[in-house]
C-alpha cells in the first residue's frame, strides 16, 4: 500500500524538493501528466530532467519537466508527462498517484535551451522525447519568439502525439515565427535530413544554418547525428537527449 506522504530517506539525502501532485490528466496514448506544486522554489532550464522519488519506493524515475521556466515563474506549478512502463516508479505514477499526494523532485541535466545564441532553431522530438522539447520550444516562443523555430515530432500513429493542441498553439502565439511539423512514421516513414530541410525552409535558413535539439531513442537519435554530420553540420550544433 502507498502512504501519502511518506518520502523515502533516499529523496531526503539527495535534497530533493517536496511537491504536491496538483492534478492527475491522461494525455495520448499510455502517458498520465502530474502537475506539482512545489514547497520551495525550483530553479531549473527549459530541457532539464528531475529525478522523481514517490512514497515507499526506492527506485527513482527521471522526467523532463514539460513546463518553461518563463511559465513556472507566473504559475508556480511543473508538470511532468510519465509514459506507462515496467519501471516501479512508472507503475506509481498510473496506479497509485492521487491528486494530493506527495512527491520530491531535484532538477538535473546539461540538455538545456541556450538563450544566448541567436540561431534558429530546428527541435527533432521522437515520442516522449517531446516532453524536454516542450518546455524548449515552449520558452523560446515566450522569450524570442521572432526568431524562426521549427519543431518536428515524431510518433508511431496518432494517437502518441502528446499535447498535440498545445503545440499547435505555439504558432498562433504573439509574434510567434514556429512551425510544428507531425510526422506519423507508421505512415510517413523515418525522418531524414531532406524532410527537415524542408520542414524548415519557412525560417528563410538552410537547416545547416540552425541549432539543433535533437531528444528520442537512441535509434532514432543515433542514427539522425550521423545524417547531420553527412551533411556537414558542425558537431557543436547538435544537442542531443537520448530516452532508453
Not at 535551451?113 to 522530438?125: E, F, G, I
Amino acid at each position: 500500500p502507498v502512504r501519502p506522504g511518506m518520502v523515502t530517506a533516499k529523496a531526503v539525502a539527495a535534497g530533493a524538493i517536496r511537491c504536491r501532485i496538483a492534478s492527475l490528466l491522461p494525455e495520448a496514448r499510455s502517458i498520465r501528466v502530474l502537475s506539482l506544486k512545489p514547497e520551495k522554489p525550483v530553479v531549473f532550464r527549459a530541457g532539464q530532467w528531475v529525478d522523481f522519488f514517490v512514497p515507499d519506493l526506492d527506485a527513482v524515475g527521471g522526467y523532463s519537466v514539460c513546463t518553461p521556466p518563463a511559465l513556472y515563474a507566473s504559475t508556480q506549478h511543473l508538470e511532468l508527462a510519465v509514459k506507462a512502463s515496467a519501471h516501479p516508479v512508472a507503475t506509481w505514477v498510473h496506479e497509485y498517484a492521487a491528486i494530493g499526494g506527495s512527491v520530491s523532485i531535484k532538477p538535473g541535466g546539461d540538455f538545456v535551451y541556450d538563450a544566448a545564441d541567436q540561431r534558429p532553431l530546428v527541435l527533432v522530438a521522437g515520442g516522449i522525447g517531446i516532453t524536454a522539447l516542450l518546455a524548449i520550444v515552449s520558452e523560446h516562443v515566450l522569450t524570442r519568439p521572432r526568431v524562426p523555430s521549427t519543431l518536428v515530432y515524431s510518433a508511431r500513429g496518432f494517437d502518441s502525439f502528446a499535447f498535440a493542441d498545445r503545440l499547435r498553439a505555439l504558432e498562433t502565439a504573439p509574434l510567434s515565427a514556429c512551425k510544428v511539423v507531425f510526422n506519423n512514421s507508421g505512415r510517413d516513414g523515418r525522418l531524414s535530413i531532406a524532410s527537415l530541410e524542408s520542414a524548415v525552409e519557412h525560417s528563410g535558413c538552410a537547416l545547416r544554418d540552425h541549432l539543433v535539439y535533437l531528444c528520442g531513442p537512441p535509434s532514432m537519435t543515433d542514427s539522425l547525428v550521423e545524417a547531420f554530420a553527412s551533411a556537414g553540420m558542425d558537431e557543436g550544433s547538435v544537442r542531443t537527449e537520448r530516452w532508453w
